[in-house]
């Protein structure tokens, strides 16, 4: 089965940019779909971006188009996401999830998680 | 995209059914039968429960069930036990680009 291990906590200024890494287990990178989602202190996941099945690209969340990039090393099964000009409603929980390589909705397994602080 | 509309929480004793419910739009509850479910406890990763409208993965308890009518999905859960106490968001796909969205969140109280 699918393990996800994501890189730890990190503290940015506004301003500044942030990537996050989650290493895949079980499978290789190239046999699963790649999500990114992030949960804001005391609120719901927010899905980022991650494999669109209706092309079989990368969609990003409207709400983040012009921000955010997300890449694979397909030699070391590890997804990144970078996220710039962070500023502190930035603040939250971001989480890598498997999810649908077909049109669907499913995220699971889910990483462990890493927090990211915006704070001057 | 809004965030789905979920009660901000939901009650139940031992042994008792609550139902959550989850409202949207055409444009993803009513447009696709692609509602998922989550479970989140304190400081943990969302577990998924269910998965198009009514869906277990390997391993969830047959206590967890789904449904939808017209823009608005539930989740019931029946013979409620301690460790169902959580926070429960619902998911489902949509027309837009953002493709995934989640609802509010529904804490459960188990009294």
């Known amino acids: 089965q699918v393990q996800l291990v994501q890189s730890g906590a990190e503290v940015k200024k506004p301003g500044a940019s942030v990537k996050v890494s989650c290493k895949v287990s079980?499978?290789?990178?190239?046999?699963?779909?790649m999500h990114w989602v992030r949960q804001a202190p005391g609120k719901g996941p927010e899905w980022m971006g991650g494999?669109?099945?209706?092309?079989?690209?990368?969609l990003y969340a409207q709400n983040f188009q012009g921000r955010v990039t997300m890449t694979e090393d397909t030699s070391t099964d590890t997804a990144y996401v970078e996220l710039s000009r962070l500023r502190s409603e930035d603040t939250a929980v971001y989480y890598c999830?498997?999810?649908?390589?077909?049109?669907?909705?499913?995220?699971?397994?889910w990483g462990q998680g890493t927090l990211v602080t915006v704070s001057s | 995209q809004s965030a789905l509309t979920q009660p901000a929480s939901v009650s139940g004793s031992p042994g008792q059914s609550i139902t959550i419910s989850c409202t949207g739009t055409?444009?993803?509850?009513?447009?696709?039968?692609?509602v998922s479910w989550y479970q989140q406890h304190p400081g943990k990763a969302p577990k998924l429960i269910i998965y198009?409208?009514?869906y277990r993965p390997s391993g969830v308890s047959d206590r967890f069930s789904g449904s939808k009518s017209g823009n608005t999905a539930s989740l019931t859960i029946s013979g409620l036990l301690a460790e169902d106490e959580a926070v429960y968001y619902c998911?489902?796909?949509?027309?837009?680009?953002?493709?995934?969205?989640f609802g509010t969140g529904t804490k459960v109280t188990v009294l």
């Open positions: 999830a498997t999810g649908p390589t077909l049109r669907g909705n499913w995220f699971d397994p």
């Open positions: 079980g499978y290789t990178l190239s046999e699963v779909s």
């Open positions: 494999f669109d099945p209706e092309n079989g690209g990368t």
């Open positions: 055409s444009s993803d509850v009513g447009g696709y039968d692609y």
């Open positions: 198009d409208i009514n």
């Open positions: 998911s489902a796909y949509t027309s837009t680009n953002t493709r995934y969205v």
